[in-house]
């Protein structure tokens, strides 16, 4: 059976906008469909039921949880494995799958890399069964994620950043295609031009005077691995000091989350509720943006996170640890600093930084991409394929 001319499979359990990493694909639909491409999808969920794109969806109990992406990765490859024998093989021109899901993609996008935060979580240290379960699925997820980058169907693979590139480059056959497709922004909502927008009333409806200085620190989950501890701590440590004008802005994560972090902060800084808003998830992120000075995010390990491309669109100026794709932000012309992991060293390059004038807004997200640029260069990778199998 040959294959569709501009046809392409995305290939992963959640095809949803809240998806860090498959939100860029369907925001990229309408350019897609525009140049006559055809998209299909094998998914667990999505949010495309009503744009079109043909689903096959494939079960999953709702009692896996984090086991989700295993047995995914599990059914999905049967699935394809059952299609060939029954004369059935796929058609499309593009297979394009998420990391460590299905080993018959020709083109895989990698948003994380399990291998380093395997190894850091040992850096780490276990403390906890919580954590060592994590590890373990991490380990399982290094695993997995390797033999797709192994898999002699893999013409190419798309990495988020420069330093997940090379992460992927050092644990792939030398001869494998990688490139650098970064994380898309919406620069609609994400632009210097929200803080004459929602500024003034934003910082009145949370509290927050002309005295005071907000760090914004933005994330939907994970808190632990986004050093959410390390800039509580590197804060308070400035508080003692005196520095007691400085306030601590948590956006992001489930209400279950959200009372997990309360309960942590009553044990670690007990004065928390004077300093420190946790927001939870939000719809318009980009008003908190807005009423922040600095963003703040000392993770342990990111890919590219999109947190710190729109906080860089929005004009903030960047605190960031040397994680993967800072890189893309930091050293690409957004303002900011580069801090250490230790807390103590961390307080004292925060107060360096709020000893200087505070620079004025970027005018740019580093390497991040519009989502129109975005569109414009997955098309590009796209027609690459059709013209190689010419």
């Not at 999808?41 to 999953?60: K, N």
């Not at 906890?128 to 980058?149: D, N, P």
């Not at 279950?256 to 719809?283: F, H, K, N, Y």
């Not at 890919?303 to 893309?328: D, Q, R, V, W, Y």
Request: with cysteine; net charge neutral; hydrophobic share 45%.
């Amino acid at each position: 059976m040959s294959r569709e001319t501009r046809s392409v499979l995305w290939i992963d359990p959640h095809l949803e906008y809240r998806s860090p990493s498959m939100q860029h694909l369907l925001h990229a639909l309408p350019q897609l469909r525009a140049a006559g491409w055809k998209v299909e999808a094998w998914c667990v969920r999505s949010d495309a039921l009503r744009e079109d794109v043909a689903h096959t969806f494939l079960p999953a109990p709702k009692w896996l949880g984090p086991f989700e992406l295993f047995y995914f990765t599990l059914v999905v490859n049967l699935y394809g494995l059952w299609r060939i024998v029954t004369g059935r093989p796929i058609t499309a021109a593009v297979v394009h799958a998420s990391s460590g899901t299905y080993f018959g993609a020709n083109l895989i996008s990698v948003h994380f890399v399990n291998a380093v935060w395997t190894a850091k979580q040992c850096e780490l240290g276990i403390h906890s069964f919580k954590q060592f379960a994590s590890l373990c699925f991490s380990l399982c997820g290094a695993v997995i994620e390797r033999l797709t980058w192994w898999s002699p169907s893999v013409k190419k693979i798309l990495a988020v950043s420069e330093s997940i590139a090379e992460e992927v480059r050092r644990r792939s056959p030398k001869h494998r295609v990688i490139e650098v497709l970064p994380n898309s922004y919406d620069e609609t909502r994400f632009h210097p031009g929200v803080r004459d927008l929602y500024r003034d009333a934003m910082r009145r409806q949370l509290g927050f005077g002309p005295e005071h200085f907000v760090f914004l620190f933005v994330s939907q989950g994970h808190h632990q691995r986004k050093g959410f501890s390390l800039a509580v701590e590197a804060l308070a440590r400035l508080r003692v000091e005196g520095r007691r004008n400085l306030r601590f802005l948590v956006v992001g994560g489930s209400p279950a989350t959200v009372d997990a972090l309360r309960a942590r902060l009553e044990r670690d800084a007990p004065d928390w509720a004077e300093w420190i808003s946790l927001a939870g998830m939000q719809p318009e992120v980009e008003k908190y943006y807005a009423a922040a000075d600095a963003f703040l995010f000392p993770s342990y390990f990111e890919a590219f996170s999109l947190a710190e491309i729109e906080a860089a669109a929005c004009g903030l100026p960047l605190l960031l640890t040397p994680h993967h794709g800072s890189e893309m932000t930091l050293n690409a012309g957004v303002p900011g600093i580069f801090l250490s992991f230790d807390p103590h060293d961390m307080s004292l390059q925060i107060a360096a930084f709020l000893e200087k004038e505070t620079p004025p807004p970027s005018r740019g997200a580093g390497c991040g991409v519009t989502r129109l640029e975005y569109a414009s260069r997955l098309l590009e990778l796209y027609e690459e394929f059709i013209g190689a199998d010419q």
